[in-house]
């Protein structure tokens, strides 16, 4: 467990909290990215200003973080592109199916006790565990 | 505050929540695929690192939430939008599933691969761009079958 962060995650995971928290009691909102985003490709232009700007809040996040530290933090791709791009379309499909992502199910959805929230966080854990079981584990081990 | 007035203070309030957000993504390192698979990877080298951001998370917004919620109406808005749903359709569990498989492969959920866009990626690029299109092809094919419901 050498790569344990706990100190780091438990205050990116606290900024998380402040961040949804805002966004719900200054808007109304739920802070679920995947439908924040979703929201941008349909058609028609009302409410799309404020998932904009979320979106561009990240991105200032980021860069803030990069320009205050000095250091660029790691993003380690894991796969090919193909299977980046197969990987991303199945996200999408299935977050809109889901109706959220683990922002809106796994952090939001469960601070509000919803239970679908809590049934569909346990389903797509499940799921990327067997997931990455069976790609590292599994078919690494058949290769 | 008059109606103008309002409209730029959510947009601002938007643009603050993501700025925090994004911060909290890149300091607990969830936009790092590798650290996520690292989580997922239960029987290699395990690092809860995801479940303690979770529990940071949950420790700050279910109270607050609790409070939030009590309020008539939020600061700059009439009403809460909040999911009306409650009821475990077999579209909840497949679409979890489904995108559970799309997790454990790249390592990416929606929030860290449109942050991670900053980093001018290609394949962080592919992934977006692949994600954006995997939920159109669901809104499509989901007022497709609307049209042919009999009422």
């Not at chain 1, 998932?51 to 791709?77: D, E, H, K, N």
């Not at chain 2, 695929?33 to 395990?46: E, H, R």
Request: proline share 5%; hydrophobic share 55%; aromatic share 10%.
């Amino acid at each position: 467990m050498e790569n344990f962060t706990p100190y780091s995650g438990l205050f990116g995971g606290m900024l998380i909290g402040i961040a949804s928290v805002l966004l719900l009691f200054a808007n109304g909102h739920i802070a679920g990215i995947s439908g924040i985003v979703g929201g941008l490709l349909a058609p028609g232009s009302g409410e799309k200003g404020w998932r904009w700007m979320f979106v561009l809040g990240l991105w200032i996040g980021a860069l803030a973080y990069v320009f205050t530290s000095g250091a660029v933090f790691p993003v380690q791709i894991p796969a090919s592109w193909p299977l980046m791009a197969a990987a991303g379309l199945i996200v999408g499909f299935g977050t809109r199916m889901g109706g959220g992502c683990t922002s809106g199910h796994g952090i939001c959805g469960i601070a509000r006790f919803s239970k679908r929230s809590i049934v569909a966080t346990v389903v797509f854990i499940a799921s990327a565990i067997v997931t990455v079981f069976i790609t590292r584990h599994l078919l690494a081990g058949a290769a | 505050m008059n109606a103008q007035h309002t409209r730029a203070a959510r947009l601002l309030a938007s643009l603050a929540s993501g700025v925090l957000f994004g911060l909290g993504l890149v300091i607990s390192q969830m936009v790092n695929p590798a650290k996520i698979i690292g989580f997922l990877d239960v029987a290699g080298n395990w690092d809860p690192t995801l479940l303690v951001v979770m529990a940071g998370a949950l420790l700050i917004a279910t109270p607050a939430f609790r409070l939030v919620l009590k309020r008539p109406h939020p600061l700059f808005a009439t009403n809460f939008s909040l999911p009306i749903k409650t009821d475990l359709e077999p579209r909840l569990i497949g679409g979890a599933a489904l995108f559970g498989i799309g997790w454990g492969l790249s390592g990416f959920c929606p929030g860290p691969a449109v942050t991670a866009l900053v980093t001018l990626e290609p394949s962080v690029l592919i992934f977006v761009l692949a994600m954006l299109a995997g939920a159109l092809l669901f809104d499509r094919l989901a007022m497709r079958r609307q049209a042919h419901e009999p009422f």
